[in-house]
């Protein structure tokens, strides 16, 4: 049985469809990720299914039970980091967590108090007050917040935005680190590095879609390409001719870069030198890298997932 059962889920504001007709499923114990760009209606999702934001229409169930008309019904089985959490300036990191756990029927005790601040690296912060923390130890008092309840499902929406590379680095350990404990993780994200290494399956969403959903390796295999190639070019080359003459699966241009899709390599750069030859247009800034998921978002919109 699923843990998350999402079915036609839809929501419009005024006459802008957020999120228009989402179906999908999370199993027990997944890390599963929503990676989209700014507006494509991760957050409108996920609050809908944290009983947040009320759908105009569909179903959403959390071990079973149906989030909407009673959102209260699913709310001890969750736990929610907001993309903004509001946190209060002047209490400590100890008594945010005795707040957010009053808001709870169950909460853990104390020694697993003790345990989580070890988990999210925030031991010696205690009796720090939340205006004297950084934004990455605020980020991480933030998911720490979402686990006092010991819930069976995680939403973290963006829980790393902002974050430096190596602060990042430490929240997905952390968030494995709870998986591993068995609590089913669902995350938002516009980093597709931080959705391929930690995500088991991830849905691709674009305004208000979900265009597709598998695992990070599967939606990249879809491609039907081990390699991109990708160049800039001093006059502008049509991509039929390209296609062809390169034998690549794919060929795309966004912002005046070139990308190509092929399963040889070398066949490719040949014909790509031949043509840039015959046709007199000169290869500029020529890179030459495995497939990955923005290459599966751009191959789906036509769009780079950062704008
Ligand atoms: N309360 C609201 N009232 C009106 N429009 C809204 C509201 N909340 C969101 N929207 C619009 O709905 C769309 C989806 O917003 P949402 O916050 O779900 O996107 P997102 O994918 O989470 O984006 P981001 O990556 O920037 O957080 C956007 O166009 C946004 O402007
Ligand atoms: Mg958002």
Not at 137 to 164: C, H, M, W, Y
């Amino acid at each position: 049985m699923n843990t998350i059962e999402v079915k036609d889920l839809s929501k419009a504001y005024v006459d802008l469809k957020a999120v228009d007709n989402v179906s999908f499923e999370v199993a027990q114990g997944e890390i599963f990720g929503i990676l989209g760009p700014n507006g494509a209606g991760k957050t409108t999702t996920l609050e809908m299914i944290e009983g947040l934001r009320r759908p105009d229409s569909g179903e959403i169930k959390i071990k079973s039970i149906s989030v909407w008309p009673n959102p209260g019904a699913t709310k001890e089985l969750i736990g929610v980091q907001l993309q903004t959490t509001a946190l209060f300036d002047y209490l400590t990191v100890r008594e945010m967590l005795a707040l957010f756990g009053s808001f709870y029927r169950r909460v853990l005790n104390a020694a697993q108090i003790d345990e989580l601040l070890e988990a999210v690296s925030l031991v010696d912060k205690e009796k720090a007050r939340v205006n004297e923390l950084s934004g990455g130890q605020q980020q991480r008092l933030s998911i720490a917040l979402a686990l006092v309840n010991d819930p069976e499902v995680v939403f973290l929406d963006e829980p790393t935005t902002g974050l430096d590379p190596q602060a990042r680095r430490s929240l997905w350990d952390v968030i494995r680190k709870i998986n591993k404990e068995g609590k089913t993780i669902v995350l938002t994200t516009h980093y597709m590095e931080e959705a391929e290494v930690l995500c088991g399956r991830v849905a691709i969403m674009d305004a208000g879609r979900i265009i597709d959903i598998n695992a990070p390796k599967k939606l990249i295999e879809g491609l039907g390409a081990e390699v991109k190639i990708s160049f800039q070019s001093s006059h502008d080359v049509a991509l039929d001719d390209l296609k062809k003459q390169t034998e690549a699966s794919e060929t795309s241009v966004f912002e005046g870069q070139y990308v190509l899709y092929t399963k040889d390599v070398q066949t490719s750069i040949i014909g790509l030198f031949d043509m840039a030859k015959a046709d007199n247009f000169k290869v500029e800034n020529l890179h030459i890298s495995g497939a990955n998921l923005e290459d599966v978002f751009l191959q789906y919109t036509g769009k780079g997932l950062r704008d």
